[in-house]
């Protein structure tokens, strides 16, 4: 099935901002800011500090005019630009209301495993963004994220200003009866991460292209193999299974689960399996260091790969498949509460710390707000269930 709602990604490469402290040797005095502030508009300073915008030193400075009206400026540190302007008679356009305050990341797993990774890092750009504050990050592990889930369905009432983290596995384990919760109770809030699904082969194998793979599982379905990390319907297996499936083939092909990446490639060299389904970063690694060749990607149509490397549809497979990773509301979390979050995490996308956090994190940009996260979940559901009830009926 192919996903009918794309989104552009996008690989930027910055810098990580400097903490506020390290920046101040740079900025305009308070006095400055204050006079490029009393210039756009006369009154009487009522505040004037020195705080953090978008990653960078700025200031805020309050006015009261002869009305009695108060007027706040946001003044860049540096090169006094005034980049905001509102009143208390219209917060909406506060650039300070896009925020997340003491927002709990709940995290279903272990510290320092790839959740928590994710989460803290993702909560770290926030932060150093100025657009998080007093940030909490709690490790509710075990059972593969059903503690955690149940948590959040629970102890909804409690849980307002709680943000669940998980990646694609949660639609698969909810669907394969590893869950007894399902994820469909949560309320889905931003996806700001992906990978997609790649096939690579041994260097020196004849198989060129997807069409050389399928070929090769007609003329030999009982010797063809793909591998893959994760367990038998884990995201390796389902990614391969919908490829070979929207090639109208039988998707209950013989797969191979590896451990560790030395058995996979020794056996990918040997021959044992034909080719293996991996993350399309980590298959890209490996590849500009030539120890595999990518076959294929699952992406977009309209997303840009490296140069010598296809999607599926420019190879006649209309199919993607995205493992994303994103954040989830307790059950019945207010509408008000879920804009906040999509103002906050666009006010993120725009900052330099958040290129940053991309390009230093190896991750590829998805930038899904809550409305979009929630059509592309009802898709990617859907296209699980298929696949699932395909290897299930064989």
């Given amino acids: 099935m192919q996903i009918k709602h794309h989104i552009a990604f996008a690989v930027?490469?910055?810098?990580?901002?400097?903490?506020?402290?390290?920046q101040t040797a740079n900025v305009i005095s308070v006095e400055e800011a204050s006079a490029i502030a009393l210039s756009a508009q006369p009154g009487t300073i009522a505040e004037a500090e020195l705080d953090q915008f978008e990653g960078k030193a700025a200031y805020d400075i309050e006015i009261v005019n002869q009305d009695g009206?108060?007027?706040?400026?946001?003044?860049?540190?540096?090169?006094?630009?005034?980049?905001?302007?509102?009143?208390d008679d219209d917060p909406t356009d506060d650039p300070g209301s896009a925020t997340l305050d003491d927002v709990t990341f709940l995290i279903p797993g272990d510290l320092g495993g790839g959740w928590d990774t994710a989460a803290r890092a993702v909560g770290e750009a926030l932060?150093?963004?100025?657009?998080?504050?007093?940030?909490?990050?709690?490790?509710?592990?075990?059972?593969?994220?059903?503690?955690?889930?149940?948590?959040?369905?629970?102890?909804?009432?409690?849980?307002?200003?709680?943000?669940?983290i998980n990646t694609t596995q949660i639609v698969t384990r909810s669907l394969n009866g590893t869950y007894t919760s399902?994820?469909?109770?949560?309320?889905?809030?931003?996806?700001?991460?992906?990978?997609?699904?790649a096939f690579i082969v041994h260097p020196d194998s004849?198989?060129?292209?997807?069409?050389?793979?399928?070929?090769?599982?007609?003329?030999?379905?009982?010797?063809?193999?793909i591998g893959g990390g994760t367990g038998p319907k884990g995201m390796d297996h389902l990614a391969a299974a919908i490829v070979i499936e929207a090639a109208e083939e039988d998707p209950s092909f013989r797969y191979v689960q590896f451990d560790a990446v030395e058995p996979a490639f020794a056996a990918l060299a040997a021959g044992e399996v034909t080719s293996i389904s991996t993350e399309y970063t980590r298959a890209l690694s490996l590849s500009e260091q030539g120890i595999v060749r990518i076959l294929g990607v699952?992406?977009?149509?309209?997303?840009?790969?490296?140069?010598?490397?296809?999607?599926?549809?420019?190879?006649?497979?209309d199919v993607d498949f995205t493992t994303w990773t994103g954040f989830f509301a307790a059950p019945d979390t207010p509408e008000q509460v879920i804009e906040g979050y999509d103002a906050?995490?666009?006010?993120?996308?725009?900052?330099?710390?958040?290129?940053?956090?991309?390009?230093?994190?190896?991750?590829l940009e998805v930038r899904a707000d809550s409305e979009l996260f929630s059509e592309y979940l009802e898709e990617q559901h859907e296209q699980i269930e298929a696949i699932l009830e395909e290897l299930d009926a064989q």
């Fill in 12 to 22: 930027i490469i910055g810098s990580l901002a400097l903490p506020l402290a390290a």
């Fill in 69 to 87: 009206q108060e007027i706040e400026f946001k003044i860049d540190g540096e090169t006094g630009e005034i980049l905001n302007v509102w009143t």
């Fill in 127 to 164: 932060t150093s963004a100025g657009v998080g504050e007093d940030l909490v990050f709690e490790n509710q592990a075990g059972e593969n994220g059903a503690v955690g889930l149940s948590y959040m369905i629970e102890n909804a009432e409690a849980l307002s200003n709680t943000l669940f």
């Fill in 182 to 197: 399902s994820y469909t109770d949560l309320v889905p809030v931003a996806a700001p991460i992906a990978d997609f699904a």
């Fill in 206 to 225: 004849n198989i060129q292209t997807m069409a050389d793979l399928l070929e090769a599982y007609q003329n030999d379905a009982s010797g063809f193999a």
């Fill in 298 to 317: 699952t992406a977009p149509e309209d997303y840009p790969l490296a140069d010598g490397i296809s999607n599926m549809h420019d190879q006649d497979l």
């Fill in 344 to 363: 906050a995490f666009a006010s993120l996308y725009e900052t330099d710390v958040w290129s940053a956090a991309v390009a230093g994190n190896n991750w």
